[in-house]
């Protein structure tokens, strides 16, 4: 018999009746899980489906309600107990599920069953089951994983696993090691087979120990990624474990996204490995960091001795970008349009955005808050990177609404 075949009638049966001794009787400090919404919560579904399924039950004399305090809430709320005809066939449910080998605890909610029992109580093909559902971060259908026969996985309404990180962390610590990089191997492929988000197929080959691999599928994707920088994409290449030949441009593509979360500590920390490198980015990500540190005189001095050196236009927007924060906006214009004459020259208008949200800073210094406006409309048109944008957003907003001191970088 299969777990799926279960219907969520039976489920919430079988819930309720883990609380024969709550009833009409009982009007204090009654269990939030005999409310709908704890209903809901147990058994994974929307809160409208259990409302319908409770009214169901209800009709046909299985289940009654009352008002009652709920345990830590300050108000009176419905729960729900089972009637006599209720008790008798969630008895029945029982003697059925437990004759065919069938967990009860199993079939309702995980985050309340021991991890190590409940392991203990699946077959072998439903652990793995179990494993690869876990592993997934993301909300997954119900139907591209296999059947269960000794236990439910969490679904909702609407045919999706959804399981909490918690819950999925509790019975991924209870596996075994070599089974988890097997299920996250698994999940890798599936992103590729269902066409999915990139940056949880990255998280899954990272988990699964193929470390080539996920190294070639962040560089080769590496503009994709950058369109959406974030905390969690820099905590996965932070975690990937890198082979030598890729170590430079892994660095790179790292430091680009911890510029854009502001991740100070994660910055120092490429900018010191690209140094080993010789990387002229080194110096670059340094001096971002030494802006948001509000060491912006540090960032000019090491920037521009640097750009003395090597007139590269990375180098000439860092180095306006620290004069800019230390009010020097007429000198730092000189550096912007050098950057500008060399990005252009070279056919690359990948930091126009940037350049863009710098003369708007200049502007600003000057007072010019038209002229500054048109500069962030000009940055928001030619940005790509949804989180850069929200920024951009968020800087016309203010500009309009004649905030003072606003903070562009």
Known sequence: MSTDSITIRERLLLHLSRFPEYDPSE?????FDLTQDGIASVLGISRAHASLELKKLRESDKVGEWLAHIKLSGSKRKAYYLLEDGIREADLLKKR?????ISIETLLDMKRCDPNLMWGTLNDADRETFGLACTFREPIIRTTIPNTTTGIIPTDHEGYVRISEDVRKKYLDVADEAKIKEWHSRAADWYVDNGGDIQERLYHLSCSGRDSESAKFLIKNADRFLENPNEDLLDIVSKMKVPPKY?????????KIATHCG?????????DRLAEYRSPEAVIVRAEADILSGNAEKAYKDAFAAYNEKHSPGLALVTAKALLSLGRSEEAEKFVSEAVKTFMDSGDVSRADEIMVMKAYAAYSRGKNDECLSYL???????KKDAYRAQ??????????????????
């Open 27 to 31: 009007i204090y400090n009654i269990p």
């Open 97 to 101: 599920f437990l004759s065919d080998g």
């Open 247 to 255: 170590n430079e441009n892994i660095l790179s593509i790292r430091a």
């Open 263 to 271: 991740n100070i500590e994660d910055m120092i920390f490429c900018s």
């Open 377 to 383: 409309n000009k940055a928001l048109r030619s940005c």
């Open 392 to 409: 951009i957003n968020d800087l016309i907003s203010k500009v309009r609404e004649g905030k003072a001191n606003i903070r562009f970088f």
